[in-house]
């Protein structure tokens, strides 16, 4: 059954050897190594890197890749004055291996691992999932400790309930994916939910309900007038944004400046050249 379902879930873009080789020639595009154990590959991505102090971490939604989402992450990196890495999953576009929910959150977390190896603090990445997108981003995000913030857009409690009714979701959980309900509350940094109250491919319920379960929810933005696939085309989209980032930011700066005070008389605090402080026991 699992299987059958990931067939009729994930639906990756057929994309000719000319649009990826496009793909590969684009300035930002970038390849992660991802090992674990003795299995190696890679996912395709694409990095706007603008030297900020900010860098957002975009899963993509279904039945869309890195051709498709590419100028959305441009703009947003232009719009909100801060790096994006948005990538594929496995399967998709020129990520290697096979669609599946452990794929998705396996290149989601080579993403993470990528930006920590080039010296982006946790407390300066936010992550963002739409729709599909949101599964690997709510498994990180309630992995992962002393993040900036996590962004949800449009999305989904789990699969099987953007089609069927609770009744049989629970019997058949063993074959649900992307089971956003069960770990959202393990999710500690500031979280910002919008959903367009239109939504008929996954219910407004859904975004409202993920809310509700928040530790750290912020105010929610129920967007009137929208769907499941225009919400960015909102006027107040990228506004939204900002206002939850700035906030994300000043946060993060408040609780690192908190915890360096705290334990200042017994550790030595060291300016390096580098825009990062060294904390070295005594």
């Known amino acids: 059954m699992g299987a059958a379902i990931s067939v009729l879930v994930f639906l990756p873009p057929h994309r000719s050897p000319e649009e990826l080789e496009t793909l590969r020639r684009d300035p930002n595009f970038v390849q992660i190594d991802r090992t674990e154990g003795d299995c190696s590959s890679t996912v395709a991505a694409l990095h706007f890197d603008r030297g900020a102090p900010l860098t957002i971490l ?3 939604a279904n039945a869309e890749d890195l051709l498709d989402a590419r100028e959305a992450l441009e703009r947003m990196s232009i719009c909100l004055r801060v790096n994006v890495l948005g990538y594929d999953y496995e399967g998709y576009g020129l990520s290697k291996g096979t669609c599946s929910e452990a794929g998705c959150s396996r290149s989601a977390r080579a993403c993470f691992t990528y930006l920590l190896d080039h010296g982006v603090a946790r407390r300066n990445i936010v992550l963002m999932g739409r729709s599909l997108g949101t599964g690997p981003t709510v498994d990180l995000a309630s992995c992962e400790f002393g993040l900036a913030g996590t962004v949800l857009l449009s999305p989904l409690l789990s699969v099987l ?3 069927l009714p609770e009744p049989m979701v629970e019997s ?9 309900a069960k770990k959202i509350s393990g999710i500690t940094c500031p979280v910002l939910v919008i959903h367009g109250l239109k939504d008929r491919i996954v219910p407004f319920q859904h975004g409202r309900e993920l809310w509700r379960r928040c530790q750290n ?8 007038g929208c769907a499941h696939n225009d919400v960015h085309c909102h006027p107040e989209f990228f506004g939204k944004l900002e206002e939850f980032i700035k906030f994300a ?3 993060s700066q408040r609780e690192w400046k908190e915890t360096v005070a705290l334990f200042a008389q017994k550790m030595v ?3 390096i ?8 026991a005594l």
Do not use: C, G
């Open 58 to 60: 975009y899963s993509h």
């Open 217 to 224: 929810a912020m105010r929610p933005w129920w967007v009137d």
């Open 161 to 163: 309930r953007t089609r």
């Open 172 to 180: 058949m959980k063993e074959s649900d994916m992307f089971d956003n």
């Open 249 to 251: 930011q000043l946060r």
């Open 273 to 280: 050249s580098a825009p990062k402080l060294l904390i070295t």
């Open 269 to 271: 605090v060291k300016k």
